[in-house]
């Protein structure tokens, strides 16, 4: 069934949109911007760094399409699995993800060059070796030390590193 909207719900439902599709979520503060139509408050930039979050994540079993997939700022990505990527242990898929997502945030930043010393770029996992590795810089699992040393060999990944924030969330 059609809803007509009048023009300023309309209008209103349009600029929603837009903000979901640039921000994994919204403030308790930015309520009253969306519901009266004002613009967003302005950021106060000395208060904090500048953040930027990052989401990866692998879904092997428990789903119809099995793939490697995350979000940065309002882009997402995807990469289905083939049978014999479902070979792998989940954590080497998750790993896989994060890498994958910090060489896309590099690509969709333009690079590290013009970045801010206090950058910080949240990159989080749900699978507690990635996490792990990431924060250390090492791996004891040989599969997980192997995709360590190939995810060295990615420049954009390395640059990466530096404003990398590495949290672990629960899945």
Same mark, same amino acid.
């Given at each position: 069934?059609?809803?007509?909207?009048?023009?300023?719900?309309?209008?209103?439902?349009?600029?929603?949109?837009?903000? $979901?599709?640039?921000?994994?979520?919204?403030?308790?503060?930015?309520?009253?911007?969306?519901?009266?139509?004002?613009?967003?408050?302005?950021?106060?930039?000395?208060?904090?760094?500048?953040?930027?979050?990052?989401?990866?994540?692998?879904?092997?079993?428990?789903?119809?399409?099995?793939?490697?997939?995350?979000?940065?700022?309002?882009?997402?990505?995807?990469? !289905?699995?083939?049978?014999?990527?479902?070979?792998?242990?989940?954590?080497? $898929?998750?790993?896989?993800?994060?890498?994958?997502?910090?060489?896309?945030?590099?690509?969709?930043?333009?690079?590290?060059?013009?970045?801010?010393?206090?950058?910080?770029?949240?990159?989080?996992?749900?699978?507690?070796?990635?996490?792990?590795?990431?924060?250390?810089?090492?791996?004891?699992?040989?599969?997980?030390?192997?995709?360590?040393?190939?995810?060295?060999?990615?420049?954009?990944?390395?640059?990466?590193? !530096?404003?990398?924030?590495?949290?672990?969330?629960?899945?």
């Amino acid at each position: 069934e059609t809803v007509s909207c009048p023009n300023l719900a309309s209008l209103q439902l349009n600029r929603f949109k837009h903000r $979901l599709s640039v921000q994994a979520g919204s403030s308790v503060e930015h309520i009253e911007a969306f519901v009266s139509g004002r613009p967003l408050p302005k950021v106060n930039h000395s208060l904090a760094p500048r953040r930027w979050a990052i989401f990866s994540d692998a879904a092997k079993e428990g789903t119809a399409r099995p793939g490697l997939g995350g979000w940065i700022c309002g882009y997402t990505w995807c990469v !289905p699995l083939s049978e014999t990527d479902l070979q792998l242990h989940i954590t080497i $898929l998750e790993g896989i993800a994060a890498v994958v997502n910090g060489v896309c945030a590099h690509k969709l930043l333009g690079g590290t060059d013009h970045l801010p010393a206090d950058t910080c770029i949240e990159a989080h996992v749900d699978a507690q070796a990635t996490a792990q590795i990431l924060i250390k810089g090492r791996a004891r699992a040989p599969a997980m030390a192997y995709l360590h040393r190939l995810a060295l060999e990615i420049p954009e990944f390395v640059r990466m590193l !530096p404003f990398l924030l590495v949290l672990h969330v629960f899945g």
